[in-house]
Nanobody, 112 residues
Framework: QVQLVETGGGLVEAGGSLRLSCAVSGLLSNIRAGSWYRQAPGQQRELVAQIYRDGRTDYGDSVKGRFTISKDDSKSAIDLQMNNLKPEDTAVYYC??????WGQGTQVTVSS
């Protein structure tokens, strides 16, 4: 059974940094690709960043230049380094891997 567990969320002041990690278990091979999404209260879930099998990455416009997604096969994890955080980054952050596997989410709150 594939399971995803996110850690690293918390409360941080604007301009600060957090690193989220998504530990994946139950896969029969290394993580091929993965994504981070977020959902703020009253908002739809939106794509924050994704990493492809070949290592290419894509980011949402609002986080480009501030967030970095990476994949660590030795830990079977997908990480999201978030720098220069803004209050509008406040949301529950979810990890996703194909096909159809979601984590439970971790809360990120950025105070102004």
């Amino acid at each position: 059974q594939v399971q995803l567990v996110e850690t690293g969320g918390g409360l941080v002041e604007a301009g600060g940094s957090l690193r989220l990690s998504c530990a994946v278990s139950g896969l029969l091979s290394n993580i091929r690709a993965g994504s981070w999404y977020r959902q703020a209260p009253g908002q739809q879930r939106e794509l924050v960043a994704q990493i492809y099998r070949d290592g290419r990455t894509d980011y949402g416009d609002s986080v480009k230049g501030r967030f970095t997604i990476s994949k660590d096969d030795s830990k079977s994890a997908i990480d999201l380094q978030m720098n220069n955080l803004k209050p509008e980054d406040t949301a529950v952050y979810y990890c996703y891997i194909p096909s159809g596997y979601w984590g439970q989410g971790t809360q990120v709150t950025v105070s102004s």
